[in-house]
């Protein structure tokens, strides 16, 4: 069994266990994501590439080889520019 500490910021192991434990009870991990919505992100990841290393908004978003959404509304305007580039 732990050690109490005088410390009343400190958190008492066994009651911590205990509490999540009456919280969580009955509850399952979750449902997985479906796979239709896995297969819509690999297809809007997996099409365009940086060319280069890109800003947006003047913070670093994408580095080179990085993969580029393809829902990107600056998408049109980097392929013009030739910064991205579609994956072959």
Not at 11 to 37: C, E, I, K, N, R
Not at 63 to 81: C, M
């Amino acid at each position: 069994m732990a050690t109490k500490s005088t410390n009343p910021a400190a958190v008492d192991a066994d009651a911590a266990a205990a509490a999540l434990a009456a919280t969580t009870a009955g509850m399952s991990a979750g449902p997985a994501l479906p796979t239709s919505y896995l297969g819509r992100i690999a297809s809007d990841y997996g099409q365009f590439r940086a060319v280069q290393r890109i800003s947006w908004g003047g913070v670093p978003a994408y580095n080179e080889g990085a993969p580029v959404p393809a829902s990107h509304p600056a998408l049109q305007e980097w392929l013009a520019a030739g910064i991205v580039a579609p994956v072959e």
